[in-house]
């Protein structure tokens, strides 16, 4: 399927983009990494994630148009058993699905940011929408909560807001709270 799940464009579909689906380059191809398959660099990165259900959705068309596709390139396919793959079943080199995603911020206005990136929001998002750091940090695969803190998380206002409400919550009856919180420096 290469970089073609419906989950792009407002019409459903990923527009156009400079460069097609393309085989893996040689390892010394000149400004490309090599790639290395193997076991993941710690225990805590072999792990089950919980999928909203429109991703799972997306994930089942996929994997319906990659059977298609597998149906119609009979003993072509090459079974990778790769989830995102070219038509033909090869797996995807890393480089170009990168250049992909540059792409499709670019067509959507969006300033140039790294697919590796979204690791970061995420974290930052998981947080902003009250998801226990506990439950961040295994998300990630971190083998301490306090690596995610210091290290994927930006403390939004709301954020600092909200569990200022809940500490107060504790110590007042909700009633007597009079506004909502908001955040004090207590810096001078």
Known sequence: ??????????????????????????????????????TPKTDASVRTIALDSDTAQVLR??????????????????????????PDGNRLYPQHASDQFLWLAYLAGLPPIR??????????????????MKVVQETLGHTSSAFTADTYTSVYPQVATAAAEKTAALLFDKEEQGESGRVVSLRS
């Open 1 to 38: 399927m290469a970089t073609r799940a419906s989950a792009g464009g407002v019409d459903g579909s990923i527009p156009s983009t400079p460069t097609p689906a393309c085989p893996a380059p040689p390892p010394s191809w000149p400004g490309h990494r090599q790639v290395h398959e193997g």
């Open 61 to 86: 068309a996929h994997r319906q148009q990659q059977l298609q596709e597998r149906l119609a390139m009979g003993e072509a396919w090459v079974d990778t058993g790769f989830v995102f793959t070219q």
């Open 115 to 132: 697919l590796h990136d979204l690791r970061h929001g995420a974290a930052s998002l998981m947080l902003a929408a009250g998801v226990e």
